[in-house]
């Protein structure tokens, strides 16, 4: 496949066809995300679940950012009625959807990960404090009595 003139007559429905099961990964992602948001026992922010969901698509997005900078090197818009055309088309469907839930699921991550933040700065304004409870002598002196004795 060349840069200058590769063949985008052959690449359209490729693209296509990856842009959507890539699209189809972020749908199945974020009803899972939805599930696990709606169960109290489920971590919606567990780093796994994102890391998987991240490589899962990884190879997916890359040949799909590829391919749409080899077909917008081209200069040529097929036409609307033509295959091509119509492909481009759904082509920036599948994008749209997938703009909008990457969008959905950012604010999600962003607003999740903010409050991790907040927590772990209050845990950390509170360390003096814990560290104090930890060094203080938890045994009575000898010479205590105990009442119950």
């Known amino acids: 496949m060349k840069a200058d003139g590769a063949d985008p007559k052959g690449l359209w429905p490729k693209t296509l066809a990856v842009c959507q099961q ?6 199945q992602f974020a009803a899972r995300l939805a599930s696990q948001i709606a169960d109290p026992e489920q971590d919606p922010l567990e780093p796994t679940l994102w890391e998987h969901f991240i490589d899962a698509r990884r190879d997916l997005f890359d040949f ?5 900078k080899v077909l917008t090197q081209s200069q040529e818009v097929p036409p609307q009625d033509s295959l091509e055309g119509q492909i481009r088309e759904e082509l920036l469907t599948s994008l749209s959807e ?3 839930l990457e969008e959905k699921l950012t604010a999600y991550l962003t607003k999740g990960l903010t409050s991790l933040k907040e927590t772990i700065d209050n845990l950390a304004k509170s360390q003096a ?6 060094s203080l002598d938890t045994k009575p002196p000898a010479n205590h009595l105990d009442s119950l004795a």
């Open 22 to 27: 890539c699209l189809e990964l972020d749908r």
């Open 64 to 68: 799909t950012t590829m391919s749409l």
């Open 129 to 134: 404090i814990f560290s104090g409870y930890a």
């Open 98 to 100: 997938m703009a909008d």
